[in-house]
C-alpha cells in the first residue's frame, strides 16, 4: 500500500469516528429537551421545528443569550440562568438544530 493511500484509509476512519461523537451529542440533548421543554413546547418535533437552523444558531450564540433573553418573564427563566443551562445548553443546541424546521429530520421522540 502507498503512502497516500494509507493516509486516505486513516482520514476516512478518523472521520467516520468524529461522526459517531457528534451524535452523541444529538442524543444528549434530546434527554435535555425532554426533562426540560417539554412540557412547555411540546414533545421534539414539534418543539425543534419552532425555529429553523439559523434560527437556533443565533438563540444560542454567545452562550445562548439570546435564548435565555426570550424565557425572562416566563416560567423557564430560572432554569436558563442556572447552573444546568449551562452545562446543557451545547447538547440542547444540538439536538434543536439537527431537526430544525428547515433539516429535513425528525426526532425519535415525538
Given at each position: 500500500m502507498t503512502k497516500s493511500t494509507?493516509?486516505?484509509?486513516?482520514?476516512?476512519?478518523?472521520?467516520?469516528m468524529m461522526a459517531t461523537t457528534a451524535s452523541a451529542d444529538v442524543?444528549?440533548?434530546?434527554?435535555a429537551y425532554l426533562k426540560t421543554?417539554?412540557?412547555?413546547?411540546?414533545?421534539?418535533?414539534?418543539?425543534?421545528?419552532?425555529?429553523?437552523?439559523d434560527e437556533w444558531e443565533d438563540l444560542f450564540a454567545n452562550g445562548g443569550a439570546n435564548i435565555i433573553k426570550k424565557h425572562a418573564g416566563t416560567k423557564?427563566?430560572?432554569?436558563?440562568?442556572?447552573?444546568?443551562?449551562?452545562?446543557?445548553?451545547?447538547?440542547?443546541?444540538?439536538?434543536l438544530f439537527e431537526y430544525g424546521s428547515d433539516s429535513g429530520n425528525v426526532p425519535s421522540c415525538g
Open positions: 494509507s493516509f486516505f484509509l486513516a482520514a476516512v476512519v478518523a472521520v467516520g442524543k444528549k440533548g434530546q434527554k421543554c417539554k412540557n412547555c413546547h411540546g414533545n421534539g418535533t414539534k418543539g425543534a421545528a419552532m425555529h429553523t437552523q423557564g427563566e430560572p432554569l436558563f440562568n442556572g447552573d444546568g443551562f449551562k452545562a446543557q445548553s451545547q447538547d440542547l443546541r444540538d439536538f
